[in-house]
């Protein structure tokens, strides 16, 4: 019997009872209701291969691979490899895919016209400690904003790339990093639950549109330091067949960044959209 346990106070949940590969259309469908309602789901102890784990992400909508070329699975393109060949042959340490994810809180997609409906992992290793990914509430970053903020942000809308401000693409061939920008409103009413969300990535976001180069700056720090809320994350400790999905409409996400480098983290990822 499938049970869903809440795991943080507005974000976050567990499901139990399940495995995957034999899952029904009924029981599916309760884990995707407990997902738009926690906005990301843990699905523990699954022994999964490749198409299990493509099979089930695919229920959720289209599979499509990821913009970084060099970390996409040789035999599975719509699959992105997570810490694998993280030491160069001289034996030095790579921190692009070291710490990749934990450059900060982020929304995964946000670079394409149609960003990431969702992003899920599994688990293959994980280390002796550290390692979390934390999650945190676009819902409870919005509700938190002062009146005055909510009525400035009301119809703004962000110019987003994959690289932001800082351009930072260096998980990219030499030939994908020039990003032309998309737009997306920055209070982004979510398609399925209805419910409002500060759509912002402080490190994909050009600019706020209408606003002078200053003035755009300043109001993406201000959104920046707020939006992560109080009681609107949930830190998860990765165990080894772990599945983790994400809502990128209405969740952030950062990776610790803070295990032992000599030992594997690995996972399988796969970015879904909504459509091809």
């Given at each position: ?95 692009a895919i070291y710490r990749r994810g934990a ?56 110019a987003f790339t994959y690289g932001g401000r800082r351009k ?109």
């Open positions: 019997m499938i049970e869903v346990r809440r795991l943080g106070k507005q974000i976050g949940a567990e499901i139990v009872g399940v495995d995957v590969k034999k899952l029904d259309d009924a029981g599916f469908a309760q884990i995707y209701r407990a997902w738009l309602d926690a906005n990301v789901v843990v699905v523990p102890g699954q022994e999964l291969a490749i198409p299990d784990f493509l099979r089930y992400s695919r229920r959720f909508g289209v599979v499509v691979p990821h913009p970084s070329k060099s970390t996409r699975h040789p035999d599975y393109p719509e699959i992105t490899q997570l810490g694998v060949n993280k030491f160069d042959a001289a034996g030095k340490l790579d921190m450059e900060g809180w982020h929304t995964d997609g946000a670079y394409d016209q149609e960003p990431f409906k969702a992003t899920q992992l599994y688990a293959l290793a994980v280390p002796s400690r550290g390692g979390n990914t934390l999650f945190a509430s676009m819902y409870a970053a919005y509700d938190g904003l002062p009146q005055h903020l909510k009525e400035r942000l009301e119809g703004r809308i962000g930072a693409t260096a998980l990219l061939n030499e030939e994908d990093r020039d990003w032309t920008p998309v737009f997306h409103p920055i209070v982004r009413t979510h398609p399925e639950t209805g419910r409002k969300a500060l759509y912002f990535d402080p490190g994909k976001i050009l600019r706020i549109e209408g606003l002078e180069p200053a003035e755009s700056d300043a109001l993406i720090d201000e959104l920046t330091a707020r939006m992560i809320q109080p009681d609107g994350e949930y830190h998860h400790q990765w165990r080894k067949g772990d599945i983790v999905i994400w809502d990128n409409r209405c969740s952030y996400h950062k990776a610790a960044g803070d295990y032992p480098p000599e030992e594997d983290r690995i996972h399988w990822r796969v970015s879904i959209k909504e459509r091809a």
